[in-house]
């Protein structure tokens, strides 16, 4: 099953889009509210299915390898990051399609990047825990051990330390100056 997983992996990854499109298209354009949201709902059906047939292939006998950690790494990412990423495109699709206003431009700087920043790394954070104790189930259920499935888990985790540096030095630059700042002043003044 080497050559299917990874056959599995790929079609999950495209279905993962293609049901996000088509929920979108058939939400906005067609104005189908109701199939849009169930397609939109079928889109966690994707990790169920990657999920599966990791644990079959590892059933099956197949040595634990990079394919397995690479499952692994696309259901956590999913999980983690899929709430955020069906809500931007959410906002965008209703922008393009149903002409919705535009979604608000995230600040460069101040309080609302900070947090955002730092909420993305939690996401991240939630990714990665998911992605690695699936790796460890996977190795365990082998039978065979978990290091080969964790070997990319190292990588991974320097990836999150960079993106902890990075999202969290956000919440000590300074906040972008505003229109008001300059009035306020100039009220004080008088």
């Known amino acids: 099953m080497n050559v299917v997983l990874v056959a599995v992996i790929a079609a999950c990854e495209i279905g993962f889009w293609v049901l996000l499109a088509a929920g979108m298209v058939t939400r906005y354009l067609l104005r189908l509210r109701r199939t849009g949201l169930v397609l939109l709902a079928a889109v966690p059906l994707v990790d169920v299915i990657l999920l599966a047939a990791s644990v079959v292939d590892i059933h099956r006998g197949a040595e634990p390898g990079f394919k397995h950690s690479l499952a692994a790494i696309f259901v956590g990412v999913s999980v983690g990051f899929g ?20 979604p608000p431009k995230l600040p460069k700087k101040g309080p609302a990047r900070a947090k955002h920043e730092r909420s993305g790394w939690f996401l991240h954070l939630l990714a990665y825990l998911i992605g690695v104790a699936i790796m460890i189930g996977l190795g365990l259920l082998s039978g065979r051990g978990y290091a080969a499935v964790l070997g990319p888990a190292g990588t991974w985790t320097l990836v999150l ?11 000590f630059g300074r906040a972008e100056p505003t229109d008001e700042a300059p009035a306020a002043t100039q009220k004080q003044s008088v």
């Open 161 to 171: 330390v960079i993106d902890a540096i990075v999202s969290f030095s956000y919440s």
């Open 83 to 102: 709430h955020r990423t069906l809500k931007w495109v959410d906002g965008w699709a209703a922008h393009w399609m149903a002409g919705a206003p535009r």
